[in-house]
């Protein structure tokens, strides 16, 4: 990877467990893209490209919303197992079978909240994906766009 100035130890920003871990490679992907930004906005002739826009403030705006967003997803990941939904409303159907009493009462109404807060955990852990495939995305149109505008 190419490190541009500004570059930094995504190890020592979002810790090392989460550079090792799913999200790792859209970071080191996301800081790629920024490094090359950079890279090129460096090459550039200044006379020839006066009107041609800096893409490196967008890239590392671009760089610092994947890096926020990496730890929220690597916990949520961690917390919500694709199973524990199924394993909640097991748990429920179960409750249900008992025979009527107030701390089965108690126990589904428990039960229940869990469900609704793990789909609303699953629900923000879905948007958030999507908000760093969106940043991924957007960088890598500036990298193409930092390679085209090079040549003008």
Known sequence: MTRGAGARDLAATVGADILAG??????????ADRDVVAALRGSRDPLTTLDVPDLLPTADELLERVVALAPTLHQLDNALSPRMIAVVDQRIAAARDEPPSDARERRL?????????????DE???????????????????????????GR
Do not use: C, N, P, S
């Open 109 to 121: 109404a428990l039960l229940e909240h869990q469900r609704v807060t793990i789909r609303d955990l």
């Open 22 to 31: 799913r999200w790792g490679d859209a970071l080191r992907q996301a800081q």
């Open 124 to 150: 923000r852990r879905a948007l958030l994906v999507k908000k760093v495939e969106a940043a991924l995305l957007a960088l890598a149109r500036l990298r193409y766009e930092a390679k085209r505008l090079r």
